[in-house]
């Protein structure tokens, strides 16, 4: 079901058993899955997957060719850049041991959620089972295969923690004093100047 300003490209094709919000566009040969669920002010570009079952929050972006399939849930405001792939089966085969195609029943689903405000980089893999933090930003051709802490940087192959990020984008520094208890430091922005605490054992592995 589509709500009031739905924009449906006409080579998009959309279950009538999705849920669309208001606002949401659905570019050139997109496919979104039945039970699928967008909410308001999305954005799927085009050639871009959303498999059935799949909840996006509001104001995502989905950038061209983006596979998202069962099992992924992506909160508000995530972004995810051209060509990245969420998977959701840790492993995977086209058939069992007897020589039969696997079914529906025959493997088991890992979940993966995105969490609020995260960016995902051009051509990066999610491999299922993770969470990726509140602001987390993913480089582009990552790996990610372990949880992103909330405002986490990370890239590579597999991907590591190598900083962490503002809400704005920016990268966090130490504050001036330092100041850290026994659990969580203190970082700042340099660019808008917002403070963000972060875990303390998680900051000391890049300091």
């Not at 099992?71 to 089966?89: A, K, R, S, W, Y």
């Not at 995260?118 to 990066?124: H, K, L």
């Amino acid at each position: 079901m589509a709500h009031e300003g739905v924009r449906i490209h006409p080579t998009a094709e959309v279950s009538e058993q999705a849920e669309i919000g208001e606002g949401t566009s659905i570019w050139h040969q997109a496919q979104v899955r039945e039970g699928a669920q967008i909410g308001r002010g999305c954005i799927v570009g085009k050639g871009s997957y959303i498999d059935a079952g799949v909840a996006l929050g509001d104001h995502v972006k989905v950038q061209n060719y983006v596979s998202i399939y069962h099992g992924v849930t992506l909160e508000d405001g995530v972004f995810c850049g051209p060509h990245c792939v969420f998977t959701n089966d840790k492993r995977p085969r086209a058939i069992n041991p007897d020589g039969s195609l696997k079914a529906a029943d025959d493997w088991e689903l890992s979940r993966t959620r995105v969490k609020r405000g995260a960016a995902i980089g051009a051509n990066a893999v999610i491999v299922c089972g993770v969470t990726v933090g509140a602001w987390a930003m993913v480089g582009s051709g990552a790996v990610v295969s372990r949880d992103v802490p909330d405002h986490g940087l990370v890239w590579g192959n597999p991907a590591r923690l190598r900083g962490f990020v503002c809400a704005c984008g920016a990268q966090l520094e130490a504050t001036q004093d330092g100041e850290q208890d026994e659990e969580t430091a203190l970082l700042r922005c340099p660019t808008c100047g917002d403070v963000v605490r972060v875990n303390k054992t998680d900051w000391e592995k890049i300091t």
